[in-house]
């Protein structure tokens, strides 16, 4: 069962769901619904939204330079922003931030941390100790190695090898601890510097850290990692900001979903195959201009 | 006299300071009462928040990567935060951001720009056309070339030069602005395109954008721009800013006016010579191993 | 006649051009011709190649982290490098890098300088004095605002509409220099700083600045502002760009302009209208649920 | 022994090392020196330059926006250089770049990545199948966690203690490099994919990267990680990157020691004590306005 924050974190989090405060500035309501939640992800992670800046309006606001929100009826606005992101106008976007707190394991937070425009706070475990907690995969998530594609999945692993390669993960987890304890323990000894000490842990371990981004860089990130083509793990943190997103700014979401995530970008060629075949003309891959592997691809869409 | 908010948009800006609304953020009370009032800037800019996020709190609750606000007190966050400043810690100050609306000459946009981390969506005179409004130094600031230094200031000029230029500068004001005016004129013409006829108009014209910035880069930007070696026009909005962010993160501007505003910085050399005097001993120049416009910067400071 | 580099410039060129030194670093042959050489832009400008790091094999080698410059062959690593543009992987193309002396219009400078991840010296003139530079449109470039898209151009003004804006922005630029002279003088009086007197010039006077950044984000550049939307004057830059990255890295550019340039990208609607065409169905825009202007963009293409 | 490089590696590095080209390129001959030379790191890393952009004299054509390589000596270079870092000015250090292909442990490349205006490739685990290398520290450096900075480290483990840390050690690194192997394994059974099965690796096993960056982020990057604060094993790297960059571009390092490395950043407090203490008078801390932890600081330069 995922348990993630302590019932002590709990009741901090509590208290502060039940303080609201007066301010000038710009609510999202579907946001503040969202604040302090920690949404489970993975067996021990989550993110919860610590704080946020702008909405829908804010988009348009900056976009317009205009004093106060602007007259613009909501409609007009949502016209806008289909027109910002249609033409790939990005300065509009950044004028929304977003800050979470997010748990993860470390082989997640070294992938997610290659996107560089963003503001991260990462838990030090030079300066402080780790918990016991690992990330064990489902026994759904156990894919084979892709005989095709050299970093996909293929399907889930069964029976015995399952069973071994769980075992194998969890008792690595437990024994590295363990030795990360013994080597760190100051009871009859000098006990290991802590920035050392780590080097043991396997990077199935939970991380954490503040991350602090715009809307049009945390688009860009839900873009590439909510994609099928990324790794599960990352995808499972990607599709629980999406869902915030979507509550956070409900245009610029929707938006972003027509013209990103279900887009799909045509090649010069593809282009010219596709008209020919509207004119009625079938057309093969050596007539196309396309290597064997894009005209797959070509074809996984378009058949 | 200084009116750089038509009545239109005062009524706007009233409006929004009387709809405070509910929030579970985290509030600066210093900066809600900065909330949408424009401070003025030179003879018709301002600067004004739009909104912000974060607080000095929000600056420890990040370097402990904490739930809630964290259970310290002010006091042990005071120190966490000079600590922070002291050692060069950035991350933590990235957690906190503010948008501004500025309204400024393009001489001074185009310095402001040179700082690039940041967002801005600048009124586009491509798509617009730009008010009658320029920059007019006052008589006071009407300085001279400095003789020593090729990109400072010396004395203000005086009598027939000052008012000679300032009628050079208020004339090629209006008539490049009514040349643009006839430039862009369907009346009886076609009418130049406007991102062509934007060409003509000279370097002091107001622009306006949002700009929106992290507090560790606007720090940075306030260091190198409320100096003063900075051109006195960009000073200007940055000692008006700098009053903003005393007001909303109080400790992390203390710490910064003292650990960089009123910092020194001694060079290896300078370190030894200071240490010869405090020895007592008598240390020239030839003896430093300083230049001699190295030697005349450390003499300002120390005698 | 565009005679942008002086005689004295020309020779210090020549003289660089004839010494050649040996290095153990890639070379591109393509991009060795282009060295020092000023491309003529626009009335007065250019763009001359400073410096480069990297060709086609090094966006490879990166990308396969490899020792020396791998065994693989030519025809790989364009099938390499088609996919990594076709994915969207950005980093191996980030491992070429390039440094361009420009001389632009300060209104092109200021929309260039809005691509924020590159570096940038900028003539400097709080420091130095401008040359007497202007930018004036040839007569073909000298349109009319466009009366259905705000930020665009119409036809070309002709006649006495034509010879006025000519006359008028020839005037003023030279008026505004005289000015700019009259104010920074010396003789018989204190002189202007000149960080002040620049204030006068019009935003088509020539400045220049040394510009240097990574292959991915000038690709990205010249996908935006090489386009169709982009101002004519900023587009005459970025085209000539486009032939130097051609020599420079002939797979990378052919791939990005297959890929970006030259490519569509389709809105999940309009994945699913062309589908239905292809199935033999006609769709209308009321069907399509796409708005009136997105349709219209979509006819553009696909009729 | 360490011998980062395989038999094979060395003889294409090798093979490159005795093919030069001819180029109109600025050269650095220092840098030319340490083309492909993989300087040992640790016990399995190394740091190996791949390219590079730019030396002084690059420095200063910048900072002058000039022709050619200017005509000014390399005393005047010097001078400018000085006078560029001495007061901040970070644009005409951005116009030179390096490339560095780096091994290094995982828990060293998560600190280092935390430096983000750099380009990098990294070896995909995801992709491919990691080496059986690991940092085991040697003996001298296996050091107590501090008593008093909760980052920092105290002596080196005597005796048993160290023994049995550095077979904790080994044996983990040892064990979870079969069960990774056995994980992957297609012999008898299908495989578990590659991305799922790195993350039973401790963070002491080797990486690889391409990491691009410009001098004045390397120096910043040197300013922290080559600081006496840093932890000791990315410090290897940096003290590394050091030897390399006062080859590459000798004035910059230079002043770069004297202006940042060797220097002593004093806040107001402290300007305020020695000029009293210049003065002859004794200060105490209680007098000086310093928390009891700067005071320490202060007092271990000034005494």
Redesign the interface.
Do not use: C
């Given at each position: 069962m995922n348990t993630p924050?302590t019932p002590e974190?709990q009741a901090?989090?509590d208290?502060?769901?039940q303080?609201?405060?007066?301010?000038?500035?710009?609510?999202s309501e579907g946001m503040?619904r969202h604040?302090?939640t920690a949404h489970p992800v993975l067996d021990h992670g989550f993110v919860r939204v610590?704080?946020?800046?702008?909405d829908d309006a804010?988009i348009c606001?900056?976009?317009r330079?205009s004093?106060?929100?602007g007259t613009k009826s909501v409609q007009n606005d949502e016209?806008l922003i289909?027109?910002l992101m249609?033409?790939?106008h990005s300065?509009?976007f950044?004028?929304c931030?977003v800050?979470f707190?997010v748990k993860l394991?470390?082989?997640v937070a070294?992938q997610w941390?290659?996107h560089?425009?963003a503001?991260?706070?990462?838990?030090?475990a030079?300066?402080?100790i780790l918990d016991r907690e690992f990330?064990i995969?489902a026994p759904e998530h156990?894919?084979?190695?892709?005989q095709k594609n050299?970093?996909?999945?293929?399907?889930v692993?069964?029976g015995e090898?399952a069973a071994?390669?769980l075992e194998?993960?969890r008792e690595?987890a437990m024994?590295?601890y363990d030795?990360y304890e013994?080597?760190?323990s100051?009871d009859g000894?000098?006990?290991?510097?802590?920035?050392?000490a780590?080097?043991?842990?396997?990077?199935?371990i939970y991380t954490?850290?503040?991350w602090?981004v715009?809307l049009h860089n945390l688009l860009h990130f839900l873009r590439?990692r909510a994609d099928a083509?990324a790794?599960f793990e990352i995808r499972a943190y990607a599709d629980a900001l999406c869902g915030i997103v979507a509550d956070w700014v409900p245009a610029a979401f929707a938006a972003f979903?027509?013209?990103r995530m279900?887009?799909?970008?045509?090649?010069?060629?593809?282009?010219a195959v596709?008209?020919r075949?509207?004119a009625g003309e079938t057309v093969t891959q050596e007539q196309s201009g396309m290597?064997a592997?894009?005209w797959r691809?070509f074809e996984e869409?378009?058949g």
């Open positions: 924050v974190q901090e989090i208290n502060l769901r303080s609201p405060r007066q301010t000038l500035r710009v609510i503040e604040l302090y610590v704080d946020y800046m702008g804010a606001q900056a976009a330079v004093y106060g929100r016209g289909r027109y249609r033409h790939w300065t509009p950044e004028m931030e800050k707190h394991p470390v082989f070294r941390i290659r560089r425009t503001n991260v706070n990462e838990y030090s030079r300066y402080s990330y995969p156990l894919a084979a190695q892709s050299n970093q996909g999945r293929d399907e692993l069964q090898e071994r390669v194998l993960l690595d024994r590295s030795h013994a080597m760190l100051q000894q000098q006990g290991l510097a802590r920035e050392l780590r080097m043991n842990l396997p990077a199935n954490q850290w503040y602090k715009d590439l083509h790794q979903r027509d013209y279900d887009s799909v970008s045509l090649s010069a060629q593809a282009v596709l008209k075949r509207l290597s592997r894009e691809e869409i378009w």
